[in-house]
């Protein structure tokens, strides 16, 4: 299945950036911190495509609390 708006290496380079620098930069974990990025862009893309583009959702629920 090709995705016309396919993450790219890049975002989820960024995004395991992220992830390593929140937990204080662990060495020996970057395959971990890999995939978490690649399962948290996929889930946001998700989300976004099943809302569908209604503006303003609300829910709060997006785990910003860590």
Request: cysteine-free; glycine content about 14%; proline content about 2%.
């Amino acid at each position: 299945m090709t995705d016309k708006a396919a993450i790219t290496f890049e975002q989820i380079r960024e995004r395991a950036y992220e992830i390593w620098e929140r937990n204080h930069r662990p060495a020996g974990f970057e395959i971990e911190f890999w995939l978490l990025a690649e399962r948290e862009l996929k889930a946001e893309r998700e989300r976004k495509r099943n809302a569908g583009g209604h503006a303003g959702g609300g829910s709060g629920g997006d785990g910003a609390a860590s």
